[in-house]
């Protein structure tokens, strides 16, 4: 079983900053993906940033100059750092992840399947 675990989130100021941290764990043999989405009340989850597959990164133009995405690889970890936080930037923010594992069924296979954290609120005051 994989496991995504946020943290970090809370309440700001418009202007402030915040860090958030997503641990994966478990049997993770290569994270191949690995970011943040935002769900805002009433609105669909979209993406924040992300570091892809092919090992760029990919920012939402709202938050272009303002977040930067970071991992460290060693501690399975991404790391979304939100600066100049603005009123508009409040929800609850999800890591997402493609993880490759492995199972046994004839044989030892692999799979890359997309899991997601639970969610942290982020509440920006304006």
Do not use: H
Not at 1 to 16: I, K, N, P, R, T
Not at 32 to 50: D, H, I
């Amino acid at each position: 079983q994989v496991q995504l675990v946020e943290s970090g989130g809370g309440l700001v100021q418009a202007g402030g900053s915040l860090r958030l941290s997503c641990v994966a764990s478990g049997a993770i043999l290569n994270i191949n993906a690995m970011g943040w989405y935002r769900q805002a009340p009433g609105k669909q989850r979209e993406l924040v940033a992300m570091f892809t597959s092919g090992g760029s990164t990919n920012y939402a133009d709202s938050v272009k100059g303002r977040f930067a995405i970071s991992r460290d690889n060693a501690k399975n970890t991404a790391y979304l750092q939100m600066n100049s936080l603005k009123a508009e930037d409040t929800a609850v923010y999800y890591c997402n992840a493609n993880i490759k594992t492995a199972y046994l069924s004839g044989g030892l296979r692999f799979t890359g399947s997309d899991y997601w954290g639970q969610g942290t609120q982020v509440t920006v005051s304006s």
